[in-house]
C-alpha cells in the first residue's frame, strides 16, 4: 500500500467519522472523558471567566434555580453562597461530573446525560448553555432552544454563550432568530481576539425589533448564509479596502500557504479549529489562496495547531505572566488564540517576513516582533531572564539542516536553562512524498531538510542542550478526533508513519550541569 492511497483512504474515513461521533453519544462521552483526564480543559477552570454570566443571572434572574447544560467541571461559574436556590448541573462526561461533585459546593447537583435529547425534572428560573451550543449541529440547534421554553418558571432566562469565533456567524443568527424573546445581547471580552456573546433569551417571543428592560435595542439579523469550506476569502472592497499585494518567495512564502490550510480548518459550519483572525488575514492578502487549499491539509494544520495551542495554554495557567518566544512565526495568529491578558509575546522572523505581519498584525502593548533570523540568538537579549519562558518554533526547524537545529537548541539551553521548547517536524514518507510530488500553481516551494525517523528522534533526545525530549499526543477536541486515534492506529501494520499528522515535540532545556 502506497502512502497516497493510505491517505485517501483515512481523508475518505474521517469525515463519516466525525458524523457519526455527533450521532453516538457513548462515542462522544468516551472523546470528552478521556480530554478532561488529560486536563485539555483545566486552563478554562483557571480562567474562572464565568463572573460576567453570573452578573446577568442575578440581574435577570435572582435567587434562582439553575441548570447548567453542558456544565463541564463548572468550576468556573461562581455559585456564592446564599445568593442561589439549587443548582444542576449536566454533561455527557462521567470525568467532568466527578470533578465538579468533588467540589463540594452547596446545594448542588449533577447528572451524565446527553444535553441534545435531555427532558429535565422540574422547571428553573435560569437554563445555562455556557459555549456548548457550537458542538451541535444548526439544525439541532434550532430546533433545541425554543423545546428549552416549556422547562422556564415564571420571568425565567435562557443564558447562552457563545464563543467570538462564533459570535457573529450563522450561530449567533440562529439564536436571534429561534423564536425566542432577546431579552439582552452582551459582548464578552476575549483578551485581545474577538469578543464573544452572551445572549439572554425568555420564553415570549417578541412582536418584532424592540426594547429591552434596560432600554438597549435588540437587532433581529436575519440568518445569513453558510459560510463557505473552502479558503477563497470574500473581497474586501466591501469595506472600500484593496487587497495587500504580497511577493515573498521560499521559505517565507510558505507563511502563506500555512495561513491558507488553517483558514480551510476554520471554515464551514462545523470547523475544525477556532481562528477568526485567521480568517480574517485571509481576506485582506492578493493571493491565489484557492490553488493550495485542501480539505485534507486543513486536517493536519488543525492537529497540528491544536496541539501547540493546548501546550501553550497549560503553560499560561501554571505561569500567567509569562513569555512566549515565537520563532519564525510567519503570519500565525497563536497569540489571538491563546491570550490571557497578561501573556508577553516576542515573534522573531525574517526581515521580508515581519514587513508583513506587521502591516497585517501590528503588535499590542504585550507583543514585540523582532525582524531577524531565528539562529541568530541575539533575540534572547530581549527576554527577561527572570520571567518563565517557552520558546516555540512551528513550521520552521525542518527547513533547517539538522547541524543548525542542533545548534539553535544548544543555545536556547545555554541561554534558557530549564525551560521548555516546542517544535514540529515532518514524518519521513511526508518528505518522501514532497519530494517527488509538484509543487503547487504559483509556488516556489522549498525542500524539508530532514523528518522525524526514529534515529533522528534518538538524535534530537540525545543533544546536550536536551534534557527531555516527549511527543505530544493529545485529545485535540470532539472534531479532531481522528487524530487521538493516531497513536493506536501507528502500532498496526500498514498504517504506522502513514497518517496526515505532524509529529509536535516539548523538549525540556537542560541547566549547565547536562551540558
Not at 453516538?24 to 477552570?45: E, K, M, P, T, V
Not at 447537583?109 to 451550543?133: K, M, N, S
Not at 484593496?242 to 491558507?260: D, F, H, K, M, Y
Not at 510567519?330 to 497569540?335: A, C, I, N, Y
Amino acid at each position: 500500500m502506497t502512502s497516497a492511497y493510505a491517505l485517501r483512504i483515512v481523508g475518505q474515513l474521517a469525515a463519516p467519522a466525525r458524523a457519526m461521533m455527533r450521532r453516538h453519544a457513548r462515542l462522544s462521552a468516551l472523546i470528552w472523558n478521556a480530554q478532561y483526564r488529560l486536563g485539555l480543559w483545566d486552563y478554562l477552570d483557571a480562567a474562572a471567566d464565568g463572573a460576567l454570566t453570573w452578573s446577568l443571572i442575578e440581574r435577570y434572574a435572582p435567587s434562582p434555580r439553575i441548570l447548567d447544560l453542558g456544565c463541564g467541571t463548572s468550576a468556573n461559574l461562581p455559585l456564592p453562597p446564599g445568593r442561589y436556590q439549587r443548582y444542576h448541573g449536566v454533561d455527557i462526561s462521567a470525568a467532568a461530573i466527578a470533578r465538579a461533585r468533588a467540589l463540594g459546593r452547596p446545594r448542588t447537583t449533577f447528572e451524565v446525560a446527553d444535553i441534545a435529547g435531555y427532558q429535565p425534572a422540574g422547571r428553573y428560573d435560569a437554563i445555562l448553555l455556557r459555549e456548548v451550543l457550537y458542538y451541535l449541529d444548526c439544525t439541532t440547534v434550532a430546533e433545541f432552544l425554543p423545546g428549552l421554553a416549556r422547562f422556564l418558571r415564571a420571568d425565567g432566562k435562557i443564558f447562552a454563550e457563545v464563543w467570538g469565533g462564533y459570535a457573529a456567524g450563522d450561530l449567533a443568527g440562529i439564536i436571534r432568530n429561534c423564536g425566542l424573546q432577546v431579552v439582552a445581547e452582551r459582548d464578552k471580552p476575549a483578551h485581545g481576539a474577538p469578543p464573544g456573546k452572551i445572549f439572554v433569551l425568555a420564553a415570549a417571543p417578541p412582536a418584532g425589533c424592540g426594547k429591552t428592560p434596560d432600554g438597549e435595542a435588540v437587532a433581529m439579523h436575519e440568518l445569513g448564509r453558510p459560510a463557505d469550506t473552502g479558503c477563497d476569502p470574500q473581497p474586501p472592497d466591501r469595506h472600500g479596502e484593496a487587497r495587500i499585494q504580497v511577493s515573498l518567495t521560499g521559505v517565507p512564502e510558505t507563511l502563506l500557504w500555512n495561513l491558507c490550510q488553517r483558514s480551510v480548518a476554520a471554515s464551514g459550519r462545523r470547523p475544525l479549529l477556532r481562528d477568526p483572525k485567521g480568517l480574517e488575514l485571509t481576506g485582506k492578502i492578493d493571493y491565489p489562496f484557492a490553488d493550495i487549499a485542501g480539505r485534507r491539509s486543513g486536517w493536519w494544520h488543525a492537529v497540528r495547531v491544536t496541539k501547540f495551542d493546548i501546550a501553550i495554554r497549560r503553560f499560561l495557567a501554571s505561569h500567567p505572566a509569562g513569555t512566549v518566544v515565537a520563532l519564525g512565526e510567519g503570519l500565525e495568529t497563536q497569540f489571538w488564540r491563546v491570550d490571557n491578558g497578561t501573556v508577553r509575546w516576542l515573534t522573531v522572523d525574517l526581515p521580508e517576513t515581519v514587513e508583513l505581519r506587521t502591516r497585517l498584525l501590528p503588535d499590542g502593548p504585550r507583543q514585540r516582533t523582532l525582524a531577524q533570523s531565528a539562529t541568530d540568538l541575539s533575540w534572547a537579549d530581549s527576554v527577561d531572564q527572570g520571567a518563565a519562558v517557552l520558546i516555540t518554533a512551528q513550521g520552521l526547524l525542518m527547513y533547517l539542516e539538522l547541524a543548525e537545529v542542533g545548534r539553535l537548541v544548544d543555545m536556547c539551553a545555554h541561554r534558557f536553562p530549564g525551560q521548555t521548547l516546542l517544535f514540529d517536524a515532518v514524518p519521513p514518507w511526508m518528505l518522501a512524498s514532497s519530494r517527488s510530488a509538484a509543487p503547487p500553481p504559483h509556488m516556489d516551494r522549498p525542500p524539508w531538510r530532514w523528518a522525524a525517523s526514529r534515529a533522528e528522534r534518538q538524535w534530537l533526545a540525545s543533544l546536550p542542550g536536551v534534557a527531555e525530549l516527549a511527543e505530544l499526543r493529545p485529545w485535540p477536541g470532539l472534531r479532531l478526533a481522528p487524530a487521538s486515534l493516531a497513536p493506536v492506529a501507528r502500532q498496526l501494520p500498514g498504517v504506522r508513519g502513514l497518517l496526515p499528522e505532524l509529529p509536535v515535540f516539548k523538549a525540556r532545556l537542560a541547566g549547565a550541569d547536562r551540558r
